[in-house]
């Protein structure tokens, strides 16, 4: 063995100590209630595809037409001749599902995050996150050059003491004493707050309203991240901020296509002006290949569907399992929000904990794999239950039977 493979497998053998190593598994089905591991089906409540849309038929047909007629591959990136027409057409239904003039799609969800925060940010400026967002925000945050600032999560006080000394800071460097042009032009330092609506692991919503106050009272923007919102909140179902009626309000709305929508990829959604920018100035998109003209093709049509009557009928049925699933629990000891979502976080604490629970739940044929640290916190680990609209009835049932033979031996163990 070499010392390069040997240092290697210790620091693999340290993750393994700590409870902590992961690997891959293979799945043999398409997305679905039921998956296909090592030739046995699983009750799968871990997929974050909320509507069901992944293996819909409408959307498979929508990829196989872009196939035929644009191949597999998009050849090159968008600047250079990769932007085809299944692009600019994804683009023109995300802006009107939105209500926004313009949108732009990118390659995955944390290419979004990284060319948007890196295009509009440098180091003059001042990002402010919650402590619990993505790490795909974390990173972008972190790379950006801003100067970082963390709130604790869905702090509002918190947020407001560090909108306080951001403000201050800027006070005592005006535009004039900005060290050379920022981005080519002459421009006072920003700052922007970054938040997730719905956020990933504990399903709980975002102050939303009062985040928005904050930041017009400070001169702050607001960039919202709707990936666990969007299709299941607001009248047209396009996230929170419509749900709220707050979407006029925030300067840049992110997304990803892989969620609800069933596909992949990522987006934001905002003014001409900002997508005109991020076209120029986000690196993950210039410097990447354009995404493949069928998973764009697909995202177009799950958009569509979503919109329909049947993306509300769909919505209607999720909810319909995720109130199934929490009454079902009630008098168990397993903790879980009040708050309505599709995510439903089963906490555990110990790392060893959340590991034998999924074990359990395995040899009973129910696939939620443990999420533990670096995902979550230390001593935070949970069962991360996702439904879907294409769960039935019976399959929520047996998950909550499931459950209670699992659940913990008391509710602060």
């Given at each position: 063995m070499n010392a390069f493979d040997h240092e290697l497998i210790q620091r693999l053998g340290a993750i393994r100590e700590q409870g902590l190593y992961r690997e891959l598994r293979r799945i043999d089905s398409p997305q679905g209630p039921r998956v296909q591991i090592d030739g046995q089906a699983f009750l799968n409540f871990s997929s974050n595809d909320y509507l069901g849309l992944a293996n819909e038929p409408v959307i498979k047909e929508a990829m196989h037409k872009a196939i035929e007629q644009f191949g597999a591959g998009s050849g090159a990136s968008r600047l250079i001749c990769g932007s085809l027409a299944s692009h600019h057409e994804l683009e023109e239904a995300l802006a009107r599902f939105k209500g926004t003039p313009a949108a732009l799609s990118f390659s995955s969800g944390y290419t979004t995050a990284l060319g948007a925060l890196g295009a509009l940010l440098d180091h003059d400026d001042i990002v402010i996150i919650d402590k619990l967002v993505h790490a795909s925000i974390i990173d972008a945050a972190r790379l950006c050059g801003a100067k970082l600032r963390v709130f604790a999560h869905n702090d509002l006080d918190a947020l407001e003491k560090i909108l306080k000394w951001a403000d201050r800071r800027l006070v005592q460097s005006p535009k004039s004493k900005v060290q050379g042009p920022r981005f080519g032009v002459q421009s006072r330092p920003r700052i922007l707050i970054v938040t997730e609506s719905v956020f990933s692991m504990d399903g709980d919503l975002a102050h939303l309203r009062e985040i928005i106050e904050l930041k017009e009272k400070y001169g702050a923007w607001l960039m919202l991240d709707e990936a666990h919102a969007t299709g299941l909140y607001g009248q047209h179902r396009r996230g929170l901020a419509e749900a709220y009626e707050l979407a006029d309000r925030v300067e840049i709305q992110m997304g990803t296509l892989g969620k609800?929508?069933?596909?992949?990829?990522?987006?934001?959604?905002?003014s001409r002006a900002l997508i005109d920018l991020l076209i120029n100035r986000a690196r993950s998109f210039i410097f990447s290949t354009a995404p493949t003209p069928a998973t764009a093709a697909a995202a177009t049509a799950a958009i569509r569907l979503v919109q329909s009557s049947e993306g509300e009928e769909r919505r209607v049925q999720l909810w319909a399992r995720i109130d199934q699933l929490k009454s079902g629990l009630v008098g168990s000891n397993w903790?879980?929000?009040v708050l309505r979502s599709a995510i439903v976080p089963l906490l555990l604490g110990a790392e060893e904990k959340a590991m034998c629970s999924a074990a359990d739940l395995r040899a009973s044929r129910i696939f939620i794999?443990?999420?533990?640290?670096?995902?979550?916190?230390?001593?935070q680990a949970r069962l991360r239950v996702t439904l879907t609209?294409?769960?039935?009835?019976?399959?929520v049932q047996t998950l909550v039977s499931a459950l209670r033979t699992t659940q913990p031996k008391s509710k602060d163990g």
């Open positions: 609800a929508l069933g596909a992949a990829g990522g987006y934001i959604c905002g903790e879980f929000p794999p443990a999420i533990r640290y670096p995902t979550v916190a230390r001593g609209a294409a769960h039935s009835a019976v399959d």
